[in-house]
């Protein structure tokens, strides 16, 4: 598989992750999606790092996988946080603020 | 085999953000012991890593150095915008140590997670290399999505983490994705080897995608048009000294990375970014000034204004040469000056037991606290931009090197805009001074650290106004290094 090949795989990856966040109306949901669009990203590197036989890629890659977890720990207690006290965790029904 | 090398370590050019990591630590230690110290204790302590670090600052002044390999580059630049951070986050430090008495959780995490997302701030403004700046905004970002939500049982607090959450960690992917495809495109992350392979090529499709996707990204942290919606429900449902260090530190940390990245690394790319920013900074003040005029909550009143606030200093952006970023540099400095002592005199105010947000809360309060009065209105005064406060010579830096740059047009949608601005800001001094109070009104919360804060502050927006010039030099002298 050519460069672009994982070019386009990361990007199809970063586009279902993209609908995701924009539809899923669930905070898991669009965490997850979140994932996808991160975890496309490592693609793109990992691939870059690949055929341009440059380590760098690889290590930012180590990188963004413990930062993605790190994020998604803070996500999931923020997530947590807001259904002991609303019972909900759906984007719609979280519209104290607005104006 | 070869004996693994340990490469030198610089410790001088990170001595500043150690010392505020270091108080972090020292604050969750304190926070530990089996007797449990005074909360008074722990800011002190946490007031006395951000001064360390801000005299550790001023002290590398004119001394620039570089750390691991170039990817930390201290330069003036930095210092400068570490300067503003540092300041900022002090002055928040000062305004909490009573506001969390009355509204929050009695807990050491709070300034622990300020000063490290400070330390994440100072890394931001100095980052040399993509992978560090990433990391940066991370620390930075990761601290203040839980500060936000630090008070949980506060339904419109968690719902404003929620969303900034959310909204933030959207926009790191747009921003990693333009990172990977600047890395793909020049085979390197270090700001000034993507310069140097860049050159020649700005029309490359990946390193054209991957600006794009980066100023996605940038324009969420800073919150411009049209990635600003999470501002103003962060900006209202977050504790209100959160939502001053959001408004001041995290910005101006965000605006230097910008402007690092895009003056260094894709100065090749310039007409293209240029042309793009040109439109946001129009449409961004635009937006900010037009939708605050119906804000009757004082925190989101402020929230759209410095969103508008953003579209001015995006036009320094886009002015580029040196005057363009020297005059953002003010200009944060003015802000952050100005933007703390407003939000910091919501923090003193309170109604019925709950905060004076509304800006009806505040009609009469002339008449019952003139000084408290009077310096919310020297701090609405300078962002409106009226000499000879602070707000009116930044904005005339940013216009005149818009004007140079031949940007007239630009500068004048500018000073519309400032005029329009206006209405809204005045509009809270007339009830302060000329309406009388529906009840009892806001009351003053005394506080003698944030009484000193807002003294610092009105102190700071005086001097500014009166005598800018050797404070616009010493910006000015400050973009230099990345002009090379």
């Not at chain 2, 722990?42 to 002290?59: D, K, M, Q, R, S």
């Not at chain 2, 933030?168 to 333009?178: D, I, N, P, Q, R």
């Not at chain 2, 390197?188 to 490359?204: E, F, K, P, V, Y």
């Not at chain 2, 904005?395 to 047009?409: C, D, I, M, S, T």
Request: glycine content about 10%; aromatic content about 10%.
């Amino acid at each position: 598989m050519s460069l672009y090949g994982y070019l386009t795989l990361a990007a199809l990856v970063f586009a279902i992750g993209l609908f995701g966040v924009l539809t899923r109306r669930n905070a898991i949901g669009i965490l997850l999606g979140i994932e996808l669009m991160l975890n496309a990203v490592n693609i793109n590197l990992v691939a870059f790092a690949r055929f341009r036989a440059d380590v760098a890629g690889l290590v930012f890659t180590l990188f963004t996988i413990s930062i993605t977890v790190a994020e998604v720990a803070v996500g999931l207690a923020i997530v947590i946080a807001i259904f002991r006290v609303r019972r909900t965790v759906e984007a719609d029904r979280l519209d104290l603020l607005r104006g | 085999m070869t004996p693994l090398a340990m490469p030198p370590v610089a410790i001088g050019p990170l001595a500043p953000v150690l010392i505020v990591l270091g108080a972090a630590g020292l604050v969750l230690l304190l926070d530990l012991l089996p007797r449990p110290v005074g909360r008074e204790l722990i800011a002190t302590v946490a007031l006395a890593g951000l001064v360390g670090a801000l005299l550790a600052t001023l002290a590398r002044w004119g001394k620039p150095g570089r750390a691991f390999q170039d990817m930390l580059v201290l330069d003036d630049f930095a210092l400068f915008a570490n300067v503003v951070i540092c300041y900022a986050a002090a002055l928040v430090v000062m305004l909490s140590i009573d506001y969390l008495g009355r509204n929050g959780p009695e807990t050491g995490e709070y300034y622990a997670l300020v000063l490290f997302s400070t330390g994440g701030m100072m890394l931001l403004a100095a980052a040399g290399d993509l992978i560090v700046l990433f990391l940066a905004l991370e620390l930075m970002s990761l601290s203040l999505y839980v500060l936000a939500g630090l008070f949980k049982r506060e339904l419109a607090a968690s719902e404003a983490s929620m969303k900034y959450f959310i909204l933030g960690a959207f926009a790191t992917s747009f921003l990693l994705y333009g990172i990977a495809l600047i890395y793909g495109a020049t085979g390197t992350t270090n700001l000034d080897r993507i310069a140097a392979a860049a050159a020649g090529r700005a029309h490359d499709p990946l390193l054209v995608i991957g600006l794009g996707l980066l100023l996605v990204g940038f324009g969420f942290k800073i919150s411009s048009v049209p990635f600003h919606m999470w501002a103003p429900d962060v900006y209202q449902g977050a504790p209100t000294s959160v939502t001053a260090l959001i408004a001041t530190g995290s910005k101006a940390a965000a605006l230097a990375a910008l402007i690092r990245v895009l003056v260094t690394a894709l100065r090749g790319s310039q007409p293209d970014w240029a042309v793009l920013l040109w439109v946001v900074a129009a449409i961004t003040m635009t937006v900010g000034n037009v939708v605050a005029i119906a804000q009757s909550n004082l925190k989101r009143l402020l929230a759209y204004s410095s969103i508008a606030h953003v579209g001015y200093m995006l036009i320094g952006v886009v002015a580029g040469g040196s005057a363009g970023p020297g005059a953002v540099l003010f200009y944060l400095l003015t802000y952050a000056f100005t933007t703390a002592g407003a939000f910091g005199v919501l923090t003193l105010c309170e109604r019925a037991q709950a905060e004076a947000v509304e800006v009806g809360d505040y009609a009469g309060l002339a008449r019952r606290h003139p000084v408290l009065a009077a310096a919310l209105g020297l701090f609405l005064l300078s962002l409106v931009g009226i000499p000879p406060l602070a707000g009116f010579v930044g904005k005339f830096y940013l216009f005149a090197a818009a004007v140079r740059a031949g940007y007239l047009w630009l500068a004048v949608i500018g000073v519309v805009n400032s005029a329009l601005a206006a209405y809204y800001y005045l509009r809270v001094v007339v009830f302060m001074y000329m309406r009388e109070p529906e009840g009892a009104g806001a009351r003053l919360v005394p506080s003698f650290a944030g009484g000193l804060a807002l003294a610092i502050a009105l102190i700071g927006i005086v001097l500014l106004g009166v005598i800018p010039a050797p404070f616009a030099d010493l910006a000015q002298a400050a973009v230099a290094p990345l002009l090379r």
